[in-house]
C-alpha cells in the first residue's frame, strides 16, 4: 500500500446497491449500468444517505440510476476498496464499503434512469458477467446468479 503523508486525510464512505433481477422464460436478465466517458458497465449503487438503511438505499438507488422499483430478497454481500481524490490541493484517502442486495424487479422503465448513468439496460445474466468492468462486482453477480438458481 502505498504510503500516507501527513497531509492526507481519510474518508469512510458507506454505499449500498443491488442485483436488481427478472425471469423472462428459462433466463435470468440483470439492470446493468453504463456510466462515465468511459461508458463503463457496472451494478447500480449511491450514497446511504442520513437515517437510511442499507436496503432501503439499494432500492432508492436502482430505482434512481434504471428506472426500476424493486423489493429486497436477500444481502448478497459487502465489497471495500481504497481510492484517493484532490480537490483543492488537498489528497483525500477514501475507504469506502458498498453492501450489494439481490433485488427483485416489480415495475419500472429501464429508459427511466436518472442523469448520471448514461445507458440502463436488461442484460442476460452470463452475459453481464463479461460486460462488468469490476471484478469485485462480477464476484457479487455470481453470487447473486448462485442465489437465483436456489444454490445460495
Known amino acids: 500500500m502505498p504510503s500516507v503523508r501527513s497531509n492526507t ?5 458507506v454505499s449500498s446497491g443491488g442485483v436488481a433481477f427478472r425471469k423472462c422464460g428459462k433466463h435470468v436478465q440483470v439492470a446493468l449500468i453504463s456510466v462515465g466517458e468511459a ?3 457496472q451494478l447500480p449503487k449511491g450514497t446511504v444517505e442520513k437515517d437510511e438503511t442499507n436496503e432501503a438505499a439499494a432500492v432508492r ?5 434504471t428506472g426500476i422499483q424493486t423489493e429486497v430478497v436477500s444481502q448478497i454481500d459487502r465489497i471495500e476498496y481504497w481510492f484517493y481524490t484532490s480537490a483543492a490541493g488537498k489528497r483525500t484517502r477514501h475507504h469506502k464499503f458498498v453492501y450489494f442486495f439481490l433485488l427483485r424487479a416489480l415495475s419500472g422503465d429501464i429508459r427511466n434512469h ?4 448514461n445507458e440502463s439496460r436488461w ?3 452470463n452475459a453481464a458477467l463479461k460486460m462488468l468492468k469490476f471484478e469485485n462486482e462480477k ?3 455470481r453470487r447473486a446468479k448462485e442465489a437465483i438458481e436456489g444454490r445460495g
Do not use: A, G
Open 114 to 117: 436518472d442523469h448520471e448513468v
Open 139 to 141: 464476484r457479487i453477480l
Open 123 to 125: 442484460v442476460e445474466i
Open 61 to 65: 438507488e436502482v430505482r434512481e440510476e
Open 9 to 13: 486525510s481519510t474518508m469512510t464512505q
Open 39 to 41: 461508458r463503463r458497465w
